[in-house]
């Protein structure tokens, strides 16, 4: 199957015109994917550093990671520290103290999921106090990089932005600490990335509509070269049949200053060559 001259020109300048155009359009990806990261990771770092400062680290060491605090589901709280031991009551007083903060927290960072604190326990961690809808007092959580870092370094950090079944998030983590400045406990704030998407294909349209108008652009411009230099071609090829023919009577027409008018340059100079050779050969005769 023949391939023409003018089809490879344009298949060939398209290509190296995608490949830029999608490389720049990667790169404006990585670069706004980092920057919402950092910027929504920063955020909730500094919610969740703010709000662990407020908190009573002696106090929280109080409350004992006891699924009987948990308040079911539709019951009311005065019903339900009836119901506790005196001891329980005593923790679940300063469950409530602490949660009526993160609730705050909660409502004024406007977050969309829970807020809550994660105490270690051996091999695992447990949820402590929890604001924003849950009650799950006493249950565990695996120890992340995270989370190990906070209690080994005492110092705030960020995740990276995760994905799963429910979509994108991002969660930051800070120390609490008690009056002995020890580390006792995690705050964990996390953020369902709602608008994430969103925000990231904003900030790639205006790159990605510059990347289709240039590689619009090349195929225009690559069509027209490729359609002018293969009709100059063709009509060099008409001439040289010509020629070969005997007929040497017509100039050739191109003058352009490239390869393509030095090639006819040198035909027109071989036609006018030919062309007395056969007279010199008609006078002989």
Do not use: C
Request: glycine letters at 4%.
């Amino acid at each position: 199957m023949r391939i023409g001259l003018g089809f490879r020109i344009i298949f060939l300048t398209s290509s190296i015109v995608l490949l830029t155009s999608a490389t720049l359009i990667f790169l404006a990806y990585n670069r706004a994917y980092n920057d919402l990261q950092t910027s929504i990771g920063r955020r909730l770092e500094g919610i969740a550093n703010t709000a662990a400062m407020q908190i009573d680290g002696d106090m929280h060491e109080k409350i004992a990671p006891n699924k009987k605090l948990n308040l079911p589901a539709n019951a009311d709280e005065k019903e339900h520290l009836k119901k506790l031991s005196p001891k329980d009551q005593e923790q679940y007083k300063s469950f409530l103290k602490i949660r009526n903060y993160l609730i705050k927290v909660h409502k004024i960072n406007k977050l969309n999921t829970d807020i809550y604190t994660l105490r270690p326990e051996d091999s695992t961690m447990s949820f402590i106090v929890m604001a924003g809808g849950g009650h799950y007092i006493g249950h565990t959580h695996q120890f992340t990089p995270q989370t190990r870092h906070v209690i080994k370094e005492g110092t705030s950090t960020t995740s990276k932005i995760y994905f799963d079944q429910h979509g994108a998030w991002l969660s930051a983590f800070a120390p609490i600490r008690n009056s002995k400045n020890k580390v006792v406990a995690v705050l964990e704030v996390d953020e369902k990335l709602k608008t994430f998407q969103s925000e990231l294909a904003m900030q790639l349209f205006w790159p990605a509509i510059a990347a289709a108008l240039v590689l619009l652009l090349a195929l225009f411009f690559s069509i027209h070269f490729a359609q002018r230099l293969v009709a100059r071609l063709a009509y060099l090829r008409d001439v040289t049949e010509k020629i070969s023919l005997g007929q040497m009577d017509h100039p050739i027409e191109i003058t352009t200053r490239d390869e393509v008018g030095e090639l006819a340059q040198a035909l027109e100079r071989m036609r006018e060559s030919l062309k007395m050779a056969m007279q010199m050969l008609e006078e002989d005769e």
